[in-house]
């Protein structure tokens, strides 16, 4: 993937795995969830391996609009509502110690990799009344933020929520210092993690096998179907950008509301890097077409419509494309992978918050680890009760997943489950409808959770 981030960092390279290794953990995946928790089992005095299938950052990490905010949309009136108020509170905790936390390693140990302190803000076009009553719960879990008519956006809105003392920065320079001091070993591919049943796994990829007492999947999507079903439990969701010379510098940054958190979700993103303007939005689900609300195509034809509408002597200088897992609370999944593997544990579904909730799954993990409790963490339990609401979401999953693995009609096969593919014009490559799997047209695995190309044949 081919982000500004991509084109303004030279990465430390590493070399693959050469045969057979013994470790005490081993994390799979060098994005900044996996990076962050070697970092922290690091300084805990913990040695962990950490394989990577290609580059460290080459994954989510270098698509990210790299946003440090504990204002995730419209979370807190939902949490409250669903989970009520004190694990809604430990949710917004985490948030913001992540936030602060990214600042004090940034402070503290020097790390070159442009960080900014600014504002996070939402906006409606719409409808105000949301963002009261977000502010109103966000307030009563100890985030202030403010509520007020007008920004410096180039098109009215009803209304903005800032929320201050937020951040953003270049998340590929961050991983690269964080990464400094870690064994990785990249274009190491896993394949399977098979468990002996007593206390240790083998962790098995193309240029060997790990042995380890701990497994930690920060792989996005994890590929391992049973235990965990994971799959059942989470979809995802594709997001267009484009960057913009000419186009308005923005003091913070923005994302609007409407339709945000269902599918499909348009809310647009507004966020200045350096002298240039990164546009986001038009989102759908991976493996359905881009469209708006009166069911013309989108993607990035769409966010170059609306740059020439506001920024009309604006240029593009590249685009690009990030998924993002969604699960069915819109909560992450951050603890122990299964009750039947208590030695492996699990970071994903940050949806659109990847930043902050890598953190808090290096945070969460590391401790775990360490043999520390971490009750304050039962909000992201991967096996904490979903309610009603999510149960939806998990019936729409299942009933596409069925559709697609039931299809008669003969056309390309993803190699995770074998739903059928969809073919997406915009960026030449076949998507997954049913988990994200991604593919280019000559059937080379992009992205999981497949771990196999696609048959040639």
Not at 23 to 43: C, F, P, Q, S, W
Not at 109 to 118: E, P, Q, R, Y
Not at 257 to 277: A, K, M
Not at 392 to 418: I, Y
Request: proline share 4%; charged share 25%; glycine share 10%.
């Amino acid at each position: 993937m081919k982000s500004i981030w991509t084109d303004t960092v030279t990465l430390q390279k590493r070399n693959p795995l050469k045969g057979d290794l013994d470790a005490d953990v081993v994390i799979i995946g060098a994005g900044l969830a996996g990076v962050l928790t070697g970092y922290m089992l690091k300084e805990k005095g913990i040695s962990a391996v950490i394989l990577e299938g290609d580059r460290i950052g080459s994954g989510q990490t270098c698509g990210t609009t790299a946003k440090i905010t504990s204002q995730h949309g419209l979370i807190y009136d939902r949490l409250i509502r669903m989970y009520g108020r004190e694990k809604a509170k430990h949710y917004a905790g985490f948030q913001e110690w992540a936030v602060r936390e990214y600042e004090r390693m940034v402070r503290e140990h020097k790390l070159d990799c442009d960080f900014v302190k600014c504002n996070a803000n939402l906006y409606s076009c719409t409808d105000e009344e949301c963002l009261r009553r977000e502010a109103k719960a966000a307030e009563e879990l100890g985030i202030p933020m403010v509520y007020r008519r007008e920004c410096e956006l180039p098109f009215p809105v009803k209304g903005v929520l800032t929320c201050e003392n937020q951040a953003r920065f270049h998340p590929l320079k961050f991983l690269n210092e964080a990464a400094a001091e870690l064994q990785i070993f990249e274009k190491t591919m896993v394949k399977k993690v098979l468990h002996d049943g007593q206390g240790k796994s083998r962790v098995l990829s193309d240029r060997g096998v790990v042995t380890a007492k701990k497994v930690v999947f920060a792989c996005h999507f994890p590929f391992v179907n049973a235990p965990g079903y994971y799959f059942a439990r989470m979809y995802q969701s594709k997001s267009y950008v484009l960057a913009l010379k000419g186009a308005q510098k923005l003091d913070g940054y923005y994302l609007g509301t409407e339709l945000l958190g269902r599918e499909p979700s348009y809310g647009y993103s507004f966020r200045s890097e350096g002298e240039l303007l990164l546009l986001g939005g038009c989102g759908h689900r991976t493996g359905e077409a881009a469209k708006d609300g009166t069911g013309e195509n989108t993607g990035y034809q769409g966010l170059r419509d609306r740059a020439k509408e506001w920024w009309k002597d604006s240029e593009e200088t590249v685009c690009w494309s990030a998924q993002d897992c969604m699960t069915l609370d819109s909560v992450p999944y951050i603890g122990r992978f299964s009750a039947a593997r208590r030695d492996w544990y699990v970071a994903a579904g940050f949806g659109k918050w990847g930043m902050t909730q890598s953190m808090v799954s290096a945070r969460i993990i590391s401790c775990m680890i360490e043999g520390m409790g971490v009750p304050e963490a039962d909000i992201f339990s991967p096996q904490r009760r979903i309610p009603a609401a999510g149960l939806k979401t998990f019936a729409r999953n299942q009933k596409t997943a069925v559709k697609k693995l039931v299809s008669t009609e003969d056309t390309k096969r993803c190699t995770h489950m074998g739903c059928k593919l969809s073919w997406n014009p915009q960026e030449d490559i076949w998507e997954c409808p049913c988990h994200g799997s991604c593919f280019d047209r000559d059937g080379n695995l992009l992205d999981g959770p497949a771990v196999k190309p696609l048959d040639k044949a």
